[in-house]
Antibody
Framework: LQLQESGPGLVKPSEALSLNCTVS??????????WGWIRQSPGKGLEWIGS???????YYSSSLKSRVTISVDASQNQISLRLRSVTAADTAIYYC???????????????????WGKGTTVIVSS | DIQMTQSPSSLSASVGDRVTITCRAS??????LNWYQQRPGTAPKLLIS???SLHSGVPSRFSGGGSGTGFTLTISSLQPEDFATYYC?????????FGQGTKLEIK
C-alpha cells in the first residue's frame, strides 16, 4: 500500500488549502482503517490535523477544527484535506497516513499510523 | 486534549551507546502509546505500537515500555542510522497528540 499527497504548493493568505492523498495498492473500503492528515511546520514537530474513522466519523485537532474538513472518496481511492482561511502559520509539510490497529499484549486494541505518504510542502504566501 | 511531553528534547550520544527517551502523558493512556522515528527529509516511520510491540522490520535493539502516564523508548546499542528525531504519540483518544520530539545527535 502506498499513499501519495498532491495539491498546490503555494496558497495565498486567507484562501483555502486543498490537498488530496491517493491510495494505491489497496482500498479505502475497509472497516479496519482510519485515514488521517498530519503536518510539520518548518523545523518543528508533528501536528495531528485529523482523521476519518472506519465508521465515517471525522475527528479533528482542537486548534484546527473550526477551519478543517477531511473526507474520504472511496470511488477515487482518495482522502481529501481542506483547510480554510490559511495564514503563514499553516506553511508546512502535509502528510497523509493510514491508521490501523490490533490487540496489544495488554489486551487493549491499539491504533497506530503504519503507512505514511512522503509528504507535500505547502507554502502560504502572497 | 491529552498533552504528551518528551524528555530530553535533544540528546548527544555515540555509536554503541545505550539511550533512553522518556514520554509522559498528562493523563492515563493505558498502553495506547506509539513511537515513530523521523530521519531528515523523510516521513515518520512507525517503530513501536502499544507501548512495547516492535513493528515489523524494526531492529530488536529498539524496545519500549511503560503504561499509564510514563513510557520509555530504549535503543540498546546505537547505530549510525539511528541518529534521527523520535516522537511519541497517544492513540487513547482523539484528538491524537504527539510529543514535541527528541532529536538524537552524534556526539
Amino acid at each position: 500500500l502506498q499513499l501519495q499527497e498532491s495539491g498546490p504548493g503555494l496558497v495565498k493568505p486567507s484562501e483555502a488549502l486543498s490537498l488530496n492523498c491517493t491510495v494505491s495498492g489497496g482500498s479505502l473500503n475497509s472497516y479496519t482503517y482510519h485515514w488521517g492528515w498530519i503536518r510539520q511546520s518548518p523545523g518543528k514537530g508533528l501536528e495531528w490535523i485529523g482523521s476519518v474513522y472506519n465508521d465515517g466519523s471525522p475527528y479533528y485537532s482542537s486548534s484546527l477544527k473550526s477551519r478543517v474538513t477531511i473526507s474520504v472518496d472511496a470511488s477515487q481511492n482518495q482522502i481529501s484535506l481542506r483547510l480554510r482561511s490559511v495564514t503563514a502559520a499553516d506553511t508546512a509539510i502535509y502528510y497523509c497516513a493510514r491508521e490501523t490497529g490490533n490487540i496489544a499484549p495488554s489486551g487493549d486494541f491499539c491504533y497506530y499510523m503504519d503507512v505514511w505518504g512522503k509528504g507535500t510542502t505547502v507554502i502560504v504566501s502572497s | 486534549d491529552i498533552q504528551m511531553t518528551q524528555s530530553p528534547s535533544s540528546l548527544s550520544a555515540s555509536v554503541g551507546d545505550r539511550v533512553t527517551i522518556t514520554c509522559r502523558a498528562s493523563e492515563s493512556i493505558n498502553t495506547y502509546l506509539n513511537w515513530y522515528q523521523q530521519r531528515p527529509g523523510t516521513a515518520p516511520k512507525l517503530l513501536i505500537s502499544s507501548a512495547s510491540s516492535l513493528h515489523s522490520g524494526v531492529p530488536s535493539r529498539f524496545s519500549g515500555g511503560g503504561s499509564g502516564t510514563g513510557f520509555t523508548l530504549t535503543i540498546s546499542s546505537l547505530q549510525p542510522e539511528d541518529f534521527a528525531t523520535y516522537y511519541c504519540q497517544q492513540s487513547y483518544t482523539s484528538p491524537r497528540t504527539f510529543g514535541q520530539g527528541t532529536k538524537l545527535e552524534i556526539k
